[in-house]
Nanobody
């Protein structure tokens, strides 16, 4: 089993910055990728950014140029630096890890951390 612990959420004014962290622990054998998703009230969960073990990144168009995903492979930790935050970035942010187990890719999710951007 793999456990994910997120931290770094909070309340910030529009234009401000936050940095989210997600640390993975447990029986970690081979991480394929890690990423961040978010879910606003009444909306579906959506991709924010992902990063592969090799460092390739992917961003949602709405955050490109404002958010930066990075990882520390030695610590099995992924970060999301969020700059120029907007009220529409308000959501619960979830960390996701895709983990290879005996040839099958399993997704693991964190418990979520609230990000609130005030106007």
């Amino acid at each position: 089993q793999v456990q994910l612990v997120e931290s770094g959420g909070g309340l910030v004014q529009a234009g401000g910055s936050l940095r989210l962290s997600c640390a993975a622990s447990g029986s970690i054998f081979s991480i394929n990728s890690m990423g961040w998703y978010r879910q606003a009230p009444g909306k579906q969960r959506e991709l924010v950014a992902t990063i592969t073990r090799g460092g390739s990144t992917n961003y949602a168009g709405s955050v490109k140029g404002r958010f930066t995903i990075s990882s520390d492979n030695a610590k099995n930790t992924v970060y999301l630096q969020m700059n120029s935050l907007k009220p529409e970035d308000t959501a619960v942010y979830y960390c996701k890890l895709n983990h290879w187990e005996f040839g099958v890719l399993y997704p693991y999710w964190g418990q979520g951390t609230q990000v609130t951007v005030s106007s």
